[in-house]
């Protein structure tokens, strides 16, 4: 279970920090729910306790492992064989798991195409959503803002 400011990394949403932990009343049932402070667009969500681990919310990444990634957008060769409607589900998933080197990948080959041809609107937008998400990580384990984050992203990708 987590505490009240425990950093966490939410999937869809980005990275935030649990600010409370609240009991309520729904439907004439009591459920436990944690209070998510969203540091992408500083949203604030509450999620049932029981539903935490479904909807693939984890802790964030330790600085080493962070490090790992930021090294990592040089490795490999992107998939350019497959079509962009596969490519867009395939990466949607890698998205969708919250794992950190998936998300590094989509980046990773979506940069890669982009410098190759122009993205079509979905991949665009896919590309742009996973860096943000990836940047609130970045700053978060960092303990920067999110322009200091957006910088270093860029760096990593650029060098």
């Known amino acids: 279970m987590f505490q009240v400011g425990d ?22 049932e009591h459920h436990l729910y944690y209070v998510l402070n969203m540091l992408l667009r500083e949203l604030h969500i509450m999620v049932p306790v029981e539903k935490i681990s479904s909807l693939g919310i984890r802790q964030i990444v330790d600085f080493r492992v962070m490090e790992d990634v930021l090294a990592s957008f040089h490795e490999g060769e992107p998939d350019i ?13 890698k ?18 195409i982009s410098k190759q041809k122009v993205l079509g609107t979905g991949e665009r937008i896919m590309l742009d959503h996973a860096q943000q998400v990836f940047i609130s990580e970045l700053a978060l384990v960092r303990g920067i803002d999110s322009e200091k984050a957006s910088v270093l992203l860029r760096q990593a990708v650029e060098h």
């Open 7 to 28: 950093k966490i990394f939410y999937p869809i949403h980005g990275a935030g920090i649990i600010e409370a932990i609240e009991e309520k009343d729904f439907l004439g």
């Open 81 to 93: 064989l497959t079509n962009a409607n596969l490519r867009y589900r395939i990466n949607t998933d």
């Open 95 to 112: 998205l969708k798991s919250g794992d950190i080197h998936a998300a590094a990948e989509v980046i990773r080959e979506l940069l890669w």
